[in-house]
Nanobody, 128 residues
Framework: EVQLVESGGGSVQAGGSLRLSCAASGNNVSPYCMGWFRQAPGKEREGVAARDKYGFISVADSVKDRFSISRDNTNNTMYPQMDSLKVEDTAVYYC??????????????????????WGRGTQVTVSS
């Protein structure tokens, strides 16, 4: 089992940047698939970006060209870099992980279903 703790959320003006982090700890500190998801008020949780432990990445179309994701396997931490933030990016951002390799391919990485470990989330608020 892996425990995930997010940090780095906050308030920023539109056009600004934020870098979140997700630290993994516990018995499985290097899960095969790690992803970022977000949930805005009144909306379903959606995938933002995800990465397997070998560097293959999927990014949602809604944030492509603005968000990137990296993973430092030496300290078991994942970092999404969010640039050119928009008001519609306001949401609670969650880190998640799972070990199902078959479900960590292509767009499947952004599906919430296989993710078994979740952090508590960090709020990101973008103002105009």
């Amino acid at each position: 089992e892996v425990q995930l703790v997010e940090s780095g959320g906050g308030s920023v003006q539109a056009g600004g940047s934020l870098r979140l982090s997700c630290a993994a700890s516990g018995n499985n500190v290097s899960p095969y698939c790690m992803g970022w998801f977000r949930q805005a008020p009144g909306k379903e949780r959606e995938g933002v970006a995800a990465r397997d432990k070998y560097g293959f990445i999927s990014v949602a179309d809604s944030v492509k060209d603005r968000f990137s994701i990296s993973r430092d396997n030496t300290n078991n931490t994942m970092y999404p870099q969010m640039d050119s933030l928009k008001v519609e990016d306001t949401a609670v951002y969650y880190c998640a992980a799972h070990d199902e390799r078959a479900m960590c391919l292509g767009s499947r990485r952004l599906d919430t279903t296989p993710y078994t470990s979740w952090g508590r989330g960090t709020q990101v608020t973008v103002s105009s």
